[in-house]
């Protein structure tokens, strides 16, 4: 059990009689697949408020490329996906969760399509691919390679006929409401309203991932850690810190923004080679480009070192054009855009982070140790995905556990009687200092920069202390701070996370999964438990 004091319990400071109030019965954080998926799990009595941050179509669910995990083909069998999902976890994985998990998969994906998903389909049936890490063509996709894209627009559709569901776009989370160890509610702001306290007698948690912590990654810029922080500060475990996983195939293009290039190119028989044109993969697995996903880009780092070359080349020259146009037509235009064919040119790649796997400890039920907080999605540790995330089980894991969410917090809120008032918050005895005009650009790349040089693909106790150094530095005279803007407020939540991440992998001595360390290659068959943060922030 790692402890570790949040510099203070609420990022601002609030004068309950000056703020506006707003009651609710369920409060969901966050509206990507989990969000939704629960929303759509509430029973239509009760009056619920979906906020996200940005656009309801803009989360990482839409970004999703490659697809959804299913056992639909005759051939393959759940036991099949509970095999893969347990060997890629390598010895971390819950085998309730995951059984639960898959045995559920086929059931949640045709409730997609009942909400008006269109899947790609083959012959009258769902087509299917594989990815690494899978013995069977089992992921479903839609639209080529834009799968999240489409099963959004579904769920969003869905959303909006629901006349008791009001959702809030372009509102940010400050922090959760705690009065006596219970979670109350949310503190909300946004640019037209400002600060509002939003009292709820559920709330759901399902604001998503840490990639934006990495210089290199995949996700979209609201990608900042904030629930896993707002967490931490009211109190709930979080566990699993250490497992990021980095995607290996990351189009690298010097002063781009980052594309994913979905694990399905390889799926689908793309070939990985240096910049010498030498397949590498034979000498690090032999799964070859199928191998999970912490083996192919710990090779692609380490073709990268020994050839001293910046990136290593996706290859896809050899596959029927049709098959290319038809399966990619995202990642097709994407690389045009850059002046690449990919039909005829090698897509320039590199890892970068991509999936946080460690999160908000939860049950089966998707309960959090913070009663009345409920939650779903890459928010969370659920133990479905180990050490290492198979590949295409994210967004069935957000529907698995949102519609969990979702029922369970509607549960709890039918039995609640009508009575709303505000309550007396749990304290925050720090004082906050003023917002002085930090360059707060400045220090985001500078995280982000320490982090990937030393908390990302292989790590070691040097690096690792390093890093610790740094962040807990910024974090002195950053955290106490008192922001008026998203931007300082997501700093905030990066450097408190980055915090947790790195006590983390400092604590885990082993290479597991995602988590390497070049001074403990080896895996160590005694690390199985779980490393568990809590906040001492009541014991000061």
């Known amino acids: 059990m790692l402890k570790i004091t949040p510099k203070r319990r609420y990022l601002v400071r609030f004068a309950p009689k000056r703020i506006p109030h707003l009651f609710t019965d369920v409060l969901i954080i966050g509206a990507g697949i989990a969000g939704i998926r629960a929303a759509l799990s509430i029973d239509p009595k009760l009056n619920v408020v979906v906020a996200t941050k940005g656009r309801i179509d803009h989360s990482n669910s839409a970004y999703a490329q490659g697809g959804i995990a299913g056992v639909f083909d005759p051939l393959d069998d759940i036991t099949n996906h509970f095999a893969d999902t347990i060997a890629a976890g390598k010895g971390m994985c819950h085998a309730d969760i995951v059984d639960m998990v898959v045995k559920e998969a086929p059931q949640r994906i045709r409730e997609l399509v009942s909400y008006g998903a269109a899947f790609d389909q083959s012959d009258g049936e769902m087509a299917l691919t594989q990815e690494g890490g899978h013995s069977h063509r089992r992921v479903v996709h839609a639209l080529g390679d834009a799968t999240g894209k489409e099963i959004m627009r579904a769920l969003i559709a869905r959303l909006k006929s629901e006349p008791s569901i009001s959702v809030w776009d372009d509102t940010f989370t400050i922090d959760l409401l705690t009065h006596g160890g219970e979670c109350r509610g949310a503190l909300m702001w946004n640019p037209q309203h400002g600060k509002t306290f939003v009292w709820a007698k559920q709330t759901i948690l399902a604001t998503g991932g840490a990639g934006r912590l990495f210089r290199e990654t995949t996700n979209p810029e609201i990608a900042t850690a904030d629930g896993q922080a707002m967490a931490f500060r009211a109190g709930a475990e979080l566990r699993d810190m250490e497992f990021m996983q980095f995607h290996p195939t990351v189009l690298y293009i010097a002063g781009s923004s980052r594309h994913l290039i979905s694990e399905a190119v390889r799926g689908e028989g793309g070939i990985l080679r240096d910049c010498h044109g030498d397949r590498f993969m034979s000498d690090y697995s032999p799964q070859l480009e199928l191998a999970p996903r912490d083996e192919v880009s710990r090779a692609i780092t380490r073709q990268m070192e020994k050839t001293r070359h910046h990136c290593v080349y996706l290859d896809v020259t050899h596959l029927d054009k049709a098959l290319i146009a038809e399966r990619f037509p995202h990642i097709g235009k994407v690389c045009a855009s850059f002046g690449l064919d990919l039909t005829k040119d090698l897509i320039p790649v590199r890892p970068g982070a991509h999936y946080m796997i460690g999160g908000v400890t939860l049950d089966?039920?998707?309960?959090?140790?913070?009663?009345?907080?409920?939650?779903?999605?890459?928010?969370?540790?659920?133990?479905?995905?180990?050490?290492?995330?198979?590949?295409?089980?994210?967004?069935?894991?957000?529907?698995?556990?949102?519609?969990?969410?979702?029922?369970?917090?509607?549960?709890?809120?039918?039995?609640?009687?009508?009575?709303?008032?505000?309550?007396?918050?749990?304290?925050?005895?720090?004082?906050?200092?003023?917002?002085?005009?930090?360059?707060?650009?400045?220090?985001?790349?500078?995280?982000?920069?320490?982090?990937?040089?030393?908390?990302?693909?292989?790590?070691?106790?040097?690096?690792?202390?390093?890093?610790?150094?740094?962040?807990?530095?910024?974090?002195?005279?950053?955290?106490?701070?008192?922001?008026?803007?998203?931007?300082?407020?997501?700093?905030?939540?990066?450097?408190?996370?980055?915090?947790?991440?790195?006590?983390?992998?400092?604590?885990?001595?082993?290479?597991?999964?995602?988590?390497?360390?070049?001074?403990?290659?080896?895996?160590?068959?005694?690390?199985?438990e779980h490393l568990c943060c809590v906040s001492d922030y009541g014991s000061r």
């Open 364 to 528: 089966t039920e998707s309960r959090t140790t913070l009663p009345r907080l409920w939650a779903a999605g890459e928010v969370t540790s659920s133990g479905l995905h180990g050490a290492n995330r198979l590949a295409s089980n994210s967004l069935l894991e957000g529907l698995v556990f949102g519609l969990r969410a979702g029922r369970n917090a509607s549960q709890a809120a039918l039995g609640e009687e009508d009575r709303f008032t505000a309550l007396p918050l749990d304290d925050d005895p720090l004082p906050s200092l003023p917002d002085d005009g930090l360059n707060l650009d400045d220090l985001l790349n500078s995280l982000n920069s320490e982090m990937w040089r030393n908390v990302g693909i292989e790590r070691n106790a040097e690096g690792l202390e390093a890093a610790l150094q740094r962040v807990e530095f910024w974090d002195r005279y950053v955290g106490p701070r008192e922001f008026n803007s998203t931007k300082g407020w997501e700093l905030q939540n990066m450097l408190l996370v980055a915090r947790l991440m790195i006590a983390s992998a400092m604590a885990r001595k082993e290479t597991r999964g995602v988590h390497t360390r070049s001074d403990f290659p080896a895996t160590d068959p005694a690390q199985t």
